[in-house]
Structures are given as structure tokens and as C-alpha cells.
């Protein structure tokens, strides 16, 4: 299977806002459940552990007009919990079992209530993350939010998560995050075989269905790109930061590569990558998970980093790694971690001489003109005068 065969299978998947993968795996067997998340990070481990399907809701995107969601969230917010409710309200999400709502800010926080609310029949659960590091107060409490999730999952889909299954489950997330890294560092080098549309395309289909068929996705295409003989461009390499939660309309990210941009990193879809290494299979698996996810995880606006001189280390890391030659920070309007944040990574790239520009969007941004001629001339920029 080539490439184009797989993306255009992506595609389809990203393009249907009723879900319809994930319903028909629920419907394929009895007793199947789904489970819904927000961005940015949950365990997917403890949902697949129990039998049931993970389904990243990513918000409404550029094709759904939103009427209802309007009425439950003012104006001067993001786009994303307005889309989400949008989703709930026309049906389109009644297949859901249980919607977890991880800490992101204030308004997804403030989602979680509003969800119970509306739909007292799903299982709604907020679900925090430490914000301390130290393992004795940080790692001791995320090990009790594992267990009280751990728990509350096993209550809705009424399947036991035994250590048998959950190492199971472990076992083909680890694999899942090898592979991503792995096409995260092939666009690295060879970013014009594997264009960042196709890969953000691919991460999505990700959050729709079963690991293991996203496992053997990862592997055909990361195969087949690498056979393709495409032509290599002068262009410029770039990361993108801001849009973790938030995602950007698909146009946008083509824009930005069409305006001479090789994107050689992201913060897309985090979840599939969230952690950076293996979680070990052996010994209490729900302290692996913590003590994983306190150790070796991303760095991004949502996740504090508390010393004041590490901040933006982990992209200036990225940027080193990936041999990036400038940053496009990209938030979304009214994002207050990454718009808060943006001034900071700004200075830590501004001081280490690389180059960068900012701009914002929201996920039915229409009009991408201007962003490509911004981009285009931040890529001429570098090119000229770097």
C-alpha cells in the first residue's frame, strides 16, 4: 500500500465528524465500549487495558458550523469547547460511553461540569495531572489519580483491568510511540517524503482507531514514504509551538508548507507522543506510568516547569535535534497556556540567535492567505539572511 492509499483512508477518517470507525468497532462485538478524551494527555494504556476504544475528541474543525455550543461559552474563549459541545448536542457523540476532560486550563476544566450536566448518562470524569515532580508528592499523588481512574473505568465499561491485561496494553503503546518517533525523526531528515499534512492526518486517524491497526498504519506508510522519490525543495526548516490543544485547521498546516516551510517538528496531536520513553512492564505498572510521565515527557504550556531556567529548553532541545533553522509559534486565539508561554519560549530563541514569528487561528480559521504570505516571507527571510 502506498501512501497515498493511506492517507486517503486518514482523510476519510478525519473528514467524518459522526465517527463513524469507532462506531462500527463498538458495534462489532457486544459489551464494546468507547471512551472519549480531550486533548492533551490521558493513558490510553487503562482505557485499551479495559476493552475499550480511545477516541481523542479534537473539537469540531472547519466543516461544522456551530449553532448550540454559542450558547454555553462566551465569546473571548478558544473555539474548542464550543465545537465539543457542538458534537454532544447533535447526536453525534451519543455513542460515547464516558468523556474524560484532562487539565489543560480553566475552560476545559470548566467543560467537565458542563458535560455532566448536559449528559447525565455518560460517565464524566476530570482527570489532573501533577504539576510537582518530585516522586515522593507529585509522583505518590498521580499514582492515586491512576488508581481512581484505573477504578472508575473498570466502572463504566464493567471490565476488570487486570496487570495482565494493562502490560498487554503498555506493550502496544510502547510500540505505538516507538513508531511515531521514529516518523517524527525520518521528516526530520527527509521532511519532502513525509510531508507534516500526511503526518498530522496519520496521528489523528490514530485517536480513532485501535492501536494495533494504527501500529501497522505507521509501519506501511513510514515503509512506502521512505521507497518514494520526491523531489527535495530549498526550503526552509521550521518548528511549530502553541498548538497542543487547539487544532489547526488542515489547511493551515498545508499553507505553511506550501509557503516554502519544511516542518521538522510539532506539538500536534500530543498525545500519541506525550511520553518519550518506554513505560517499563515489570513491577507496578500504575507507578511505570507515573514515574514515566514525570521522568520522560514532553514539555509543553500546559505542563509546569519549575525552574525558571529551564524553561523552553525542551524546545530549544527540539530545534538542535531536528536542525531547525527558525520557529512559527501558533496558538490558538484566546489559548491562555500558550499565549502566556509564547513570550517566554520568544526570548529563550530571540537570545539563542534563532529566528521567529507568531500568529494565531482558531480550528475553523478560513482565510489562509495572509498566513502563507507570512510564512513565505519568514522562510524567504531565513534563506536571505540567516
Not at 468523556?99 to 460517565?123: A, E, H, Q, T, Y
Not at 510502547?174 to 521528516?187: A, G, P
Request: charged share 25%.
Amino acid at each position: 500500500m502506498g501512501t497515498q492509499e493511506i492517507v486517503a483512508k486518514c482523510q476519510a477518517i478525519f473528514d467524518d465528524l459522526n465517527f463513524t470507525v469507532a462506531r462500527e468497532w463498538k458495534a462489532a462485538k457486544p459489551g464494546r465500549k468507547v471512551i472519549g478524551f480531550m486533548p492533551v494527555y490521558v493513558p490510553m494504556e487503562l482505557i485499551h487495558a479495559a476493552n475499550a476504544l480511545p477516541l481523542g475528541i479534537m473539537g469540531g474543525g472547519d466543516s461544522m458550523e456551530v449553532i448550540h455550543g454559542d450558547a454555553y461559552y462566551q465569546s473571548y474563549i478558544c473555539r474548542i469547547p464550543r465545537s465539543t459541545i457542538e458534537l454532544g448536542v447533535t447526536g453525534r457523540l451519543d455513542f460515547v460511553d464516558m468523556m474524560l476532560f484532562p487539565f489543560v486550563c480553566d475552560v476545559i476544566r470548566n467543560l467537565s461540569g458542563i458535560w455532566k450536566m448536559m449528559f447525565p448518562n455518560v460517565v464524566s470524569r476530570f482527570f489532573d495531572t501533577p504539576q510537582n515532580f518530585d516522586e515522593k508528592i507529585g509522583g505518590t499523588y498521580y499514582e492515586h489519580e491512576l488508581l481512581e481512574l484505573k477504578e472508575a473505568i473498570e466502572q463504566a465499561t464493567g471490565n476488570k483491568i487486570t496487570d495482565e491485561a494493562l502490560r498487554n496494553s503498555i506493550k502496544l503503546y510502547n510500540e505505538n510511540r516507538k513508531l511515531i518517533w521514529s516518523l517524527y525523526d525520518s521528516r526530520a531528515k527527509e521532511p519532502w517524503k513525509f510531508p507534516t499534512w500526511e503526518i498530522y492526518l496519520l496521528m489523528r486517524a490514530g485517536l480513532q482507531i485501535p492501536v494495533d491497526e494504527h501500529n501497522q498504519m505507521l509501519k506501511d506508510y513510514i515503509a512506502a514514504a521512505h521507497a518514494e522519490d520526491k523531489p527535495k525543495r530549498d526550503n526552509s526548516r521550521i518548528v511549530l509551538n502553541g498548538s497542543f490543544c487547539e487544532q489547526p485547521p488542515l489547511n493551515l498546516i498545508k499553507s505553511i508548507e506550501m509557503a516554502g516551510c519544511y516542518v521538522v517538528d510539532d506539538d500536534y496531536v500530543l498525545v500519541n507522543r506525550f511520553l518519550t520513553e518506554d513505560v517499563p512492564l515489570e513491577g507496578d505498572l500504575l507507578k511505570n506510568l507515573s514515574t514515566t510521565y514525570l521522568k520522560h515527557s514532553v514539555e509543553t504550556s500546559c505542563k509546569y516547569v519549575p525552574k525558571e531556567e529551564d524553561k523552553g529548553k525542551y524546545l530549544l532541545n527540539r530545534i538542535s535535534q531536528c536542525q531547525a533553522e527558525g520557529v512559527i509559534f501558533a496558538a490558538p486565539s484566546f489559548c491562555d497556556p500558550a499565549l502566556l508561554d509564547r513570550p517566554m519560549l520568544s526570548h529563550r530563541v530571540s537570545e539563542n540567535n534563532i529566528p521567529s514569528i507568531s500568529f494565531k487561528y482558531a480550528e475553523n480559521s478560513g482565510q489562509m492567505q495572509p498566513i502563507r504570505e507570512q510564512a513565505g516571507t519568514f522562510a524567504d527571510s531565513i534563506k536571505l539572511w540567516s
